[in-house]
């Protein structure tokens, strides 16, 4: 960040840098706490990721509190604004990868009453690359490295193809024993809500760019995700 001749101004943009570095640490904890406790079978442990999740909101909160304030009293232009614009949309896709987690800690739960599906080994590794995905996303934010930014962005297509890798395997697994639908079903959802936390780490990264450069862009991103060709 470039130093203002209030230098107010310039703790405020600091502590908003904070509070998205701060959410986005707890976004990542979440989703590796609600992984761990799918492959434990931890109900209970589940539970309090569950719960953990109110500390990601309340943090959003207090994001959108600073933005409000910075545009009343600072009324910021050009790259200042566009700091400032950039938080709020970021920490509007790391509350949305911290409710994702909660939901896979929450389908874990339900999981845990049933038989394990081995076709769900699958799902650790593609937790591992979203996860790898949004930390380094975080990282090109921090360091306003835009370039980092869109290796980030592109890495999104790797995960679209594991996840249509594993979308594929659950429905072979379903169609060859009926009785694990309901369980795969689940496994569906986790999966889903996995592939869309990247898609969310590829926010972060498109919003970094901007914030550099002032203008999205200027590339469609590679899309694999082919779960919507199945019959």
């Not at 310039?10 to 761990?36: K, N, P, S």
Request: glycine share 4%.
């Amino acid at each position: 960040m470039t130093e203002h001749i209030v230098k107010s101004f310039d703790t405020e943009l600091q502590r908003l840098d904070g509070e998205i570095q701060r959410m986005g640490e707890i976004a990542v904890a979440q989703l590796e706490a609600a992984m761990d406790v799918l492959q434990r079978r931890d109900s209970q442990a589940a539970q309090r990721v569950v719960a953990n999740d109110d500390a990601i909101d309340a943090l959003e909160h207090e994001v959108g509190h600073d933005v409000l304030q910075l545009l009343a009293l600072r009324q910021p232009m050009a790259r200042d604004l566009r700091e400032v614009y950039a938080a709020l949309r970021i920490s509007s896709d790391i509350e949305r990868i911290g409710d994702y987690a909660a939901n896979v800690a929450k389908r874990s739960m339900v999981l845990n009453q049933m038989p394990v599906v081995p076709a769900g080994r699958g799902l650790p590794a593609l937790a591992r690359l979203a996860g790898s995905l949004v930390s380094e996303a975080l990282e090109a934010y921090r360091l306003r490295d835009a370039d980092r930014a869109m290796a980030v962005r592109g890495r999104d297509a790797e995960l679209d193809a594991e996840y249509t890798g594993l979308f594929r395997e659950l429905l072979t697994y379903m169609a060859e024993d009926p009785r694990q639908i309901t369980a795969c079903t689940h496994l569906l959802f986790i999966a889903k809500n996995i592939e869309r936390i990247g898609d969310h780490a590829t926010n972060i990264a498109e919003n970094t760019w901007f914030l550099v450069h002032g203008e999205p862009p200027a590339t469609e991103r590679e899309k694999r995700d082919r779960t919507s060709e199945q019959a």
